[in-house]
């Protein structure tokens, strides 16, 4: 299914649902409990609707303003992008339901909580439509600024220091990114994704362009090792905020360098790949390991993301092959089935913490009772973060390791199926606080039936989604946008 | 080399500097600066290859870009400096601490 | 009598390109961090006087306002508040070794490869952009085609308000976040109140009207010539930052909730138009040829007062403190 359908009214929708809602909040925070479930329905409701007409009708495009590229923004619509909105509504919903419990006693800095984060799904929504690199820049400035905003309000020094630090790090990010946009633009003039696909051709200019992206986007995508600032950061927040984080944010900047490597670098030399491949098998060593050093539950949880970071970026060098679609497929599913079960981690996590005062792993010991769901969400999400079946992250790691061995690479099976085993490791050593002897009955806080369904329920979808792999798989390639695009071929 | 390439150098000179500063200098508010240096760099390569338009007119798209990206920048920017005050106010310094290395 | 003017004029590029590269080296890495500041103030100046030899006189406005002024005035803000901090902080424990600001460089070798990696840096954009061609059109002509439609007579105004309007959405949607996300942080820093000067404040008397005429004017202008919706706001915004300065205390006369209107209105407004222009079957945004320009005004109007009013916002630092009460 190639056939575009223009001007759909969905992809205005699923943007600006949220925003709408942002504006809303800050102005009426007292209604935000009304207002908030409204706005996260209507844009579900609208990702629905966009994604199902995606399925079925094929690409869906919006010429804003009525202009045409390469004068106007074009917003764009295909199987990846669907797979995108379909992963942030998923995840979005779960946290909203999450948030409404956890920030139930309305502080003065919880209230901006609902301006924040609806800014930052607007900010996730525009960008995965968005076809115009400029203003995948702004959506990038409005995500970074409202993600940083969102750690920050937690108030501690750790979480403040953290925030500044990936404040720091995502404006080096956009500005070389903005640099890369720059080059672009001046030597082929337009913004447009697929005209300059179209245009590009490998020159001194659209190389620098190119390392330039590359470069910023790795940043924001904390690949070792630049991945120093996500750990404190994602690991101090509160705890709707660092499911956002890990679920969500770190995927939209790999999103985008998926997005241009298929679309507009120029002929990609099998050495930047094999680069990407090789960093990502080392983020996937390293994280690992780094998880089982840690003695606090959170920052386990937010090492576990640098490692399952490293996975996504397997598919680069594994795309070097006939088999490229089944690499990058498997990456997608790797971001569907991280993004569900580190939710679950994260919000579980958060469950354990407010309930015994503290996330210290040693301590966390016996009586759990009081948050029995929220270990037992961590066991089920853990079965995804592994890669056992039928979870989509067994999906995803039987793609890879397909793509390896048909590819004639097999060597990346190592990071694979090693990784794995030092997930197991460090899944274990969490679980394994169930049933220590260490600790007191502590907990006085009572969770809510809410917080812990919400956790336990975005495990079972790690689990359950898996289920659906081949229709997901028939919706991502709608549009075939994982075939590379060939110079002067229509979009 | 006309002024526009000459121009277009200069960002990137621009641009190279605030990077160093940005690696070099530890205080919050310097690197904060550095970072506006940058941006001007980087707008300035955007506007100079813009003035590479034949005829009188300069092409308005980059133009449109730069006020763009310097409203995004004066955003971020404002944004920063609160952050860093808050950063003061909980820790008693203006730097990030040594981050126990990972 | 071509080639005296052509030499002029390089001798006036290459004196402007090497006072810009001078002032960012005193501005990065000058010792006093009150002087970087204020050499900063300059070299947005001089980065004006730059746009405009670039024949980009809309950026030239809007870099003097926003890049030079209004940034200038939030670094001394902030800078003042840091050496507030830092009384508070010293009285708290024993005085150490104060630092306010002195650039503390890191080991000699270290600061070697940070050289050598910028040079590289430098060295390959270089490259990159000495290989483009001299001369290149852009999307110049796309523009100058369908201007005559768009609304307004100003390029640059077409560009921002119509067909790439869906950018200075989002860009206002960034300025609303930034606002959000500094009041989420804090309540506005409590300045010590010194009756201003009577310089100042006869000053500030003669020149607040001036300068809402020169917004007024500003924003009426970028429909047919340099200016704008951005360039009108950042002016207000500076009336509003100097009877800030001269001490008139608006803080005690916040009403909070028309402050927020006011903040989320240029986004409201924008929004609504985009989806109502939907609504009536047109695509998002896509203005009906007859009332083009009148929509753009509109959308203009509503942006000016809402940026001001959060350039403003955005250099008081934080939240309006309110009465337990509420």
Not at chain 1, 32 to 39: C, D, E, S, T
């Given at each position: 299914?190639?056939?575009?359908?223009?001007?759909?009214?969905?992809?205005?929708?699923?943007?600006?649902?949220?925003?709408?809602?942002?504006?809303?909040?800050f102005?009426?925070p007292?209604?935000?409990?009304?207002a908030v479930?409204?706005?996260?329905?209507?844009?579900v409701?609208?990702?629905a609707c966009?994604?199902?007409?995606?399925?079925?009708?094929?690409?869906?495009?919006?010429?804003?303003?009525?202009w045409a590229?390469?004068?106007?923004?074009?917003?764009?619509?295909?199987?990846?992008?669907?797979?995108?909105?379909?992963?942030?509504a998923?995840?979005?919903?779960a946290?909203?339901?999450?948030a409404?419990?956890?920030?139930?006693?309305?502080?003065?800095?919880?209230?901006y909580?609902?301006?924040?984060?609806?800014c930052?799904w607007?900010a996730?929504?525009a960008?995965f439509l968005?076809?115009?690199?400029?203003n995948?820049?702004?959506?990038?400035?409005?995500l970074?600024?409202?993600?940083?905003?969102?750690?920050a309000?937690?108030?501690?020094a750790?979480?403040?220091?953290?925030?500044?630090?990936?404040?720091?790090?995502?404006?080096?990010g956009?500005l070389?990114?903005?640099?890369?946009?720059a080059?672009f633009?001046?030597?082929?003039?337009?913004l447009?994704?697929?005209?300059?696909?179209?245009?590009?051709?490998?020159?001194?200019?659209?190389?620098?362009?190119?390392?330039?992206?590359?470069a910023?986007?790795?940043?924001?995508?904390?690949?070792?090792p630049?991945?120093?600032?996500?750990p404190?950061a994602?690991?101090a927040?509160?705890?709707?905020?660092?499911?956002?984080?890990s679920?969500?944010?770190?995927k939209?900047?790999f999103?985008?360098?998926l997005?241009?490597?298929?679309?507009v670098?120029?002929?990609?030399a099998?050495?930047?790949?094999h680069?990407?491949?090789l960093?990502?098998?080392?983020?996937?060593v390293?994280?690992?390991?780094?998880?089982?050093?840690?003695?606090?539950?959170?920052?386990?949880?937010?090492?576990?993301?640098?490692?399952?970071?490293?996975y996504l970026?397997?598919?680069?060098?594994?795309?070097?092959s006939?088999?490229?679609a089944?690499a990058?497929?498997?990456?997608?599913?790797?971001?569907?089935s991280?993004a569900?079960a580190k939710?679950?981690?994260?919000?579980?996590?958060?469950?354990?913490?407010r309930?015994?005062?503290h996330?210290?792993?040693a301590?966390?010991?016996?009586?759990?009772?009081?948050?029995?769901l929220?270990?037992a969400?961590?066991g089920?999400?853990g079965?995804s973060i592994i890669?056992?079946p039928?979870?989509?992250?067994f999906?995803?790691?039987?793609l890879?390791?397909e793509?390896a061995?048909a590819?004639?690479?097999?060597w990346?099976t190592?990071?694979?199926?090693?990784?794995?085993?030092?997930?197991?490791?460090y899944?274990?050593k969490i679980?394994s606080?169930v049933?220590?002897?260490?600790?007191?009955?502590?907990?006085?806080?009572?969770?809510?039936w809410?917080m812990e369904?919400?956790?336990?329920?975005?495990s079972?979808?790690?689990?359950?989604?898996g289920?659906?792999a081949p229709q997901?798989?028939?919706?991502?390639?709608?549009g075939?946008?994982?075939?590379?695009?060939?110079?002067?071929s229509a979009? | 080399?006309?002024?526009?390439m000459?121009?277009a150098?200069?960002?990137?000179?621009?641009?190279?500097?605030?990077?160093?500063?940005?690696?070099v200098?530890?205080?919050?508010?310097?690197?904060?600066?550095?970072f506006?240096?940058?941006g001007?760099g980087?707008?300035?390569?955007?506007?100079?290859?813009a003035?590479?338009?034949?005829d009188?007119v300069?092409?308005?798209?980059?133009?449109?870009?730069v006020?763009?990206g310097i409203?995004?920048?004066?955003?971020a920017?404002?944004?920063a400096?609160?952050?860093?005050?808050?950063?003061?106010s909980?820790?008693?310094?203006p730097?990030?601490?040594e981050?126990?290395?990972? | 009598?071509?080639?005296?003017v052509?030499a002029?004029a390089?001798?006036f590029?290459?004196?402007?390109?090497?006072?810009?590269?001078w002032?960012?080296?005193?501005?990065?890495m000058?010792p006093?961090?009150?002087?970087?500041?204020?050499?900063?103030?300059a070299?947005?100046?001089?980065?004006?006087?730059?746009?405009v030899?670039l024949?980009?006189?809309?950026?030239?406005l809007?870099?003097?306002a926003?890049?030079?002024?209004l940034?200038?005035?939030?670094f001394?803000?902030?800078?003042s508040?840091?050496?507030?901090?830092e009384r508070?902080?010293?009285?708290?424990?024993?005085?150490?070794n104060?630092?306010?600001?002195k650039?503390?460089?890191?080991?000699?070798?270290?600061?070697m490869v940070?050289?050598?990696?910028?040079?590289?840096?430098?060295?390959?954009?270089a490259?990159?952009?000495?290989s483009l061609?001299?001369?290149a059109?852009?999307l110049?002509?796309?523009?100058a085609?369908?201007?005559?439609?768009?609304?307004v007579?100003?390029?640059?105004?077409?560009?921002?308000?119509?067909?790439r309007?869906?950018?200075?959405?989002?860009e206002m949607?960034?300025l609303f976040?930034?606002?959000?996300?500094?009041?989420?942080?804090t309540?506005?820093?409590k300045e010590?109140?010194?009756?201003?000067?009577i310089?100042?404040?006869?000053?500030v008397?003669?020149?607040?009207?001036m300068?809402l005429?020169?917004?007024?004017y500003?924003?009426?202008a970028?429909?047919?010539?340099?200016?704008?919706?951005?360039?009108?706001?950042?002016?207000?915004?500076?009336?509003?930052?100097?009877?800030?300065?001269?001490?008139?205390?608006?803080k005690a006369?916040?009403?909070?909730?028309?402050?927020?209107?006011?903040?989320?209105l240029?986004?409201?407004?924008?929004?609504?138009?985009?989806?109502?222009?939907?609504?009536?079957?047109?695509?998002f945004?896509e203005?009906?040829?007859?009332?083009a320009?009148?929509l753009?005004?509109?959308i203009?109007?509503?942006?000016?007062?809402?940026?001001?009013?959060?350039?403003?916002?955005?250099?008081l630092?934080g939240r309006?403190q309110r009465?337990?009460?509420?």
């Amino acid at each position: 299914m190639g056939t575009l359908s223009p001007d759909s009214p969905w992809t205005i929708w699923v943007i600006f649902s949220p925003l709408a809602g942002a504006v809303f909040t800050f102005l009426w925070p007292r209604r935000a409990r009304l207002a908030v479930p409204l706005v996260a329905l209507g844009t579900v409701g609208s990702v629905a609707c966009l994604v199902w007409q995606v399925a079925e009708l094929g690409v869906q495009s919006h010429a804003l303003g009525g202009w045409a590229a390469p004068l106007g923004i074009n917003l764009y619509a295909d199987g990846l992008s669907a797979m995108m909105l379909l992963t942030t509504a998923l995840v979005g919903a779960a946290v909203t339901f999450y948030a409404t419990e956890y920030f139930r006693r309305a502080s003065e800095t919880a209230r901006y909580f609902w301006p924040l984060w609806l800014c930052l799904w607007t900010a996730l929504n525009a960008l995965f439509l968005s076809w115009d690199i400029f203003n995948l820049y702004v959506a990038f400035e409005l995500l970074g600024l409202a993600a940083i905003a969102l750690v920050a309000l937690a108030g501690s020094a750790d979480a403040l220091t953290g925030a500044m630090r990936y404040l720091l790090v995502s404006l080096l990010g956009s500005l070389t990114y903005l640099l890369g946009v720059a080059l672009f633009y001046s030597t082929y003039g337009t913004l447009d994704i697929g005209l300059l696909g179209d245009l590009t051709a490998p020159s001194a200019a659209s190389w620098a362009a190119t390392g330039l992206m590359v470069a910023g986007l790795l940043l924001k995508t904390a690949l070792f090792p630049l991945h120093f600032w996500l750990p404190p950061a994602h690991a101090a927040a509160p705890t709707p905020v660092s499911a956002i984080l890990s679920a969500l944010v770190v995927k939209a900047s790999f999103y985008l360098l998926l997005r241009l490597w298929l679309e507009v670098f120029p002929v990609t030399a099998a050495g930047l790949g094999h680069l990407l491949g090789l960093l990502g098998a080392l983020a996937i060593v390293w994280g690992s390991l780094q998880a089982l050093r840690q003695t606090r539950l959170k920052l386990l949880v937010a090492y576990s993301t640098v490692a399952q970071l490293g996975y996504l970026f397997l598919a680069f060098p594994l795309a070097l092959s006939p088999v490229a679609a089944t690499a990058w497929s498997a990456s997608v599913f790797f971001i569907l089935s991280h993004a569900l079960a580190k939710a679950a981690m994260f919000l579980a996590a958060g469950n354990i913490l407010r309930f015994a005062g503290h996330d210290r792993i040693a301590e966390l010991g016996r009586a759990p009772y009081g948050v029995s769901l929220s270990w037992a969400a961590f066991g089920v999400a853990g079965i995804s973060i592994i890669g056992l079946p039928p979870s989509v992250g067994f999906a995803a790691k039987w793609l890879q390791l397909e793509a390896a061995l048909a590819g004639g690479q097999w060597w990346w099976t190592l990071p694979i199926v090693g990784g794995g085993l030092l997930a197991t490791a460090y899944v274990f050593k969490i679980i394994s606080c169930v049933f220590s002897q260490n600790g007191r009955t502590s907990g006085t806080n009572g969770i809510s039936w809410r917080m812990e369904w919400t956790a336990f329920g975005l495990s079972l979808a790690a689990l359950g989604i898996g289920f659906a792999a081949p229709q997901l798989l028939a919706l991502l390639n709608s549009g075939t946008p994982l075939a590379l695009h060939e110079v002067g071929s229509a979009p | 080399m006309n002024a526009a390439m000459l121009y277009a150098l200069t960002g990137a000179g621009l641009f190279a500097l605030g990077l160093y500063a940005l690696a070099v200098q530890a205080h919050l508010l310097r690197k904060i600066i550095a970072f506006n240096v940058m941006g001007s760099g980087a707008f300035l390569v955007l506007g100079a290859l813009a003035h590479r338009a034949p005829d009188q007119v300069a092409d308005p798209v980059p133009h449109a870009m730069v006020i763009t990206g310097i409203v995004v920048a004066v955003s971020a920017t404002a944004f920063a400096l609160v952050l860093m005050l808050r950063v003061q106010s909980e820790t008693g310094q203006p730097h990030l601490p040594e981050q126990p290395s990972d | 009598m071509d080639g005296a003017v052509n030499a002029a004029a390089w001798a006036f590029d290459a004196l402007l390109v090497l006072t810009l590269l001078w002032l960012a080296w005193r501005v990065l890495m000058g010792p006093d961090l009150f002087k970087s500041i204020v050499f900063f103030i300059a070299f947005g100046l001089v980065m004006a006087l730059a746009w405009v030899r670039l024949r980009a006189p809309d950026v030239a406005l809007a870099e003097a306002a926003i890049g030079a002024g209004l940034t200038g005035a939030l670094f001394l803000a902030a800078l003042s508040r840091l050496a507030a901090g830092e009384r508070i902080a010293n009285a708290k424990r024993p005085v150490e070794n104060s630092d306010t600001g002195k650039s503390t460089r890191p080991h000699r070798g270290v600061r070697m490869v940070f050289i050598a990696m910028s040079a590289l840096f430098f060295g390959g954009l270089a490259a990159a952009l000495l290989s483009l061609p001299a001369e290149a059109p852009g999307l110049t002509i796309q523009v100058a085609e369908n201007l005559s439609t768009s609304g307004v007579s100003n390029p640059v105004t077409a560009v921002l308000l119509n067909f790439r309007g869906y950018d200075t959405l989002l860009e206002m949607g960034v300025l609303f976040l930034a606002v959000v996300a500094a009041w989420s942080l804090t309540p506005a820093p409590k300045e010590p109140v010194s009756p201003p000067g009577i310089v100042l404040a006869s000053f500030v008397r003669v020149l607040s009207p001036m300068l809402l005429l020169a917004a007024g004017y500003l924003l009426w202008a970028g429909t047919h010539a340099p200016g704008g919706a951005f360039q009108a706001g950042s002016v207000l915004a500076a009336a509003a930052v100097l009877l800030l300065l001269s001490g008139k205390d608006m803080k005690a006369n916040w009403p909070e909730w028309p402050l927020r209107v006011v903040l989320g209105l240029g986004l409201g407004v924008f929004i609504a138009i985009g989806l109502v222009m939907m609504l009536i079957g047109h695509r998002f945004l896509e203005y009906p040829l007859d009332y083009a320009g009148d929509l753009i005004l509109l959308i203009e109007v509503a942006a000016t007062l809402s940026i001001g009013v959060t350039l403003a916002a955005l250099f008081l630092g934080g939240r309006p403190q309110r009465d337990e009460r509420k």
